[in-house]
């Protein structure tokens, strides 16, 4: 497997695990990332309308990977590590295998909630109130 096929594969796993999870448990009070505040706050308070924001997950990648070539016949290969020879019958065939170790990191934010749909809905809804009634406290005086 190379590199791209086994990132992909892995964080469409974490994807659609996620939302089958949150499918599987809607409804019975089980929360598969749930939203948080815009503090970041590891408490899930039930309706609280500013609990909208998703959590940014970090997933790291600590891979080895391998870089092989073969070379037959009687000349020499390059620089060689973790170096095979075969031989017989004159004739040889030279198997040579690199390892290099990539650290790398995804941000992925996960499918949302129902809750987190929501408490979006609660949080517009409050600020267009918010919004109007500062309207109509300041519609007697000249702003700016």
Known sequence: MDLKEFVTETVSAIADATAELQERYAGKGVLVNPPTNSTGEQL????????????????????????GSTKQGEGKAGIRIASVEIGGGGSKSVTSEAVSRVRFTIPLALSPTAEEGQNLGRSREEDERFNREMAKRHAGYDLP
């Open 44 to 67: 899930f308070v039930v309706g609280r309308e500013d609990y909208h924001f998703r959590y940014v997950e970090k997933v790291e990648f600590d891979v080895a990977l391998t870089v």
